[in-house]
């Protein structure tokens, strides 16, 4: 069983849809948590994180952690065709002063006008 | 602020060969992360410079090494390359913090 377990989809929803992204991972210790969008042949730019239980709202995005659960989620609200991207979640540990991300393998999502 | 850089973008070697990717880290954050992604395995941790020291390492062989120098511009360096190294090669850089800010990356083919 991997540390992070991130369903790669495809996912498709029309224009205007709630996207819900997920991730569950094993590991109690990780302290960040984080998700990124990566288009095609691009790095990953960081969305969203953080290190609390509970949700964190940031314009149509809102990233949502259950530790008790070792489960965390991204909604998309009101999708946009240019939200069609990979979306990789990431949990970090701290150690030895670095901030080490273990990352989902990503959801591909497809908006379609 | 210039964002971070990577360069060669492409590169093709084949088995046996040695190859060199460098990153330049935006400009002040003297952390940078080397990251290896696949599509079998994603994104995974290989290593990272911060003050020119390794402070961390992933789980890869010793023919991946990596450098960093005074001005916090960092090399990657593999060594008898493999069919199974071909990947995009993403580097990241950070203030040292848990925000790190992603390169376009090289994607290397070993042929």
């Known amino acids: 069983q991997k540390e992070v377990e991130q369903d790669p989809g495809p996912l498709s929803v029309p224009e205007g849809a709630i996207v819900s992204l997920n991730c569950t991972y094993s590991n109690s210790a990780f302290q960040y948590f984080m998700w990124y969008r990566q288009y095609s042949r691009k790095g990953p730019e960081l969305l969203m994180y953080t290190y609390s239980s509970g949700n964190k709202e940031d314009g149509r995005f809102t990233a949502q952690v259950d530790k008790s659960s070792k489960y965390i989620s991204l909604f998309i609200r009101d999708s946009q065709p240019s939200d069609s991207a990979t979306y990789l979640c990431?949990?970090?540990?701290?150690?030895?002063?670095?901030?080490?991300?273990?990352f989902g393998r990503g959801t591909s999502l497809i908006v379609h006008p | 602020k210039a964002g971070v850089t990577q360069t060669p973008r492409y590169l093709i070697k084949t088995r046996g060969q040695q190859v060199t990717l460098s990153c330049s880290p935006i400009s002040g954050h003297r952390s940078v992360s080397w990251y290896q992604q696949t599509p079998g395995q994603g994104l995974q941790f290989l290593f990272e410079y911060f003050s020119e020291t390794q402070r961390n390492k992933g789980n890869f062989p010793g023919r991946f090494s990596g450098r960093q120098f005074s001005n916090s511009r960092s090399e990657m360096n593999v060594s008898t390359l493999e069919l199974g190294d071909s990947a995009l090669y993403l580097c990241?850089?950070?203030?040292?913090?848990?925000?790190?800010?992603f390169g376009p990356g090289t994607r290397l083919l070993v042929l």
């Open positions: 990241a850089s950070s203030t040292g913090g848990e925000t790190q800010y």
């Open positions: 990431a949990m970090v540990l701290t150690t030895g002063g670095s901030y080490i991300p273990t």
